[in-house]
């Protein structure tokens, strides 16, 4: 998969948001905490109440690498 087509998947999945939570994310590749977690280890993050919002873009970015190993 490209990156632009998992931006899209992950916007689907978060109602067109540009950012996301660990929830979301889970949410959306049906995976554990772990791997959310290893995911988005390292990203820049916006702190909003008691969550972290992600970049939809940054972690985009992250899943492709993790595609092409």
């Known amino acids: ?3 632009t087509e998992i931006r899209n998947t992950l916007r689907q ?3 067109g948001k540009a950012f ?3 929830s979301d ?7 554990g905490s772990d791997r959310a977690s290893e ?3 390292g ?4 702190r909003f109440s008691r969550k972290k919002l992600y970049s939809v ?3 985009a ?3 492709v690498k993790h595609t092409e190993v």
């Open 39 to 41: 995911i988005l280890r």
């Open 43 to 46: 990203l820049q993050f916006i």
């Open 13 to 15: 999945s978060v109602d």
């Open 20 to 22: 996301l939570t660990k």
């Open 61 to 63: 970015a992250v899943l």
């Open 57 to 59: 873009d940054d972690v």
């Open 25 to 31: 994310l889970k949410r959306c590749l049906g995976c």
């Open 1 to 3: 998969m490209t990156k």
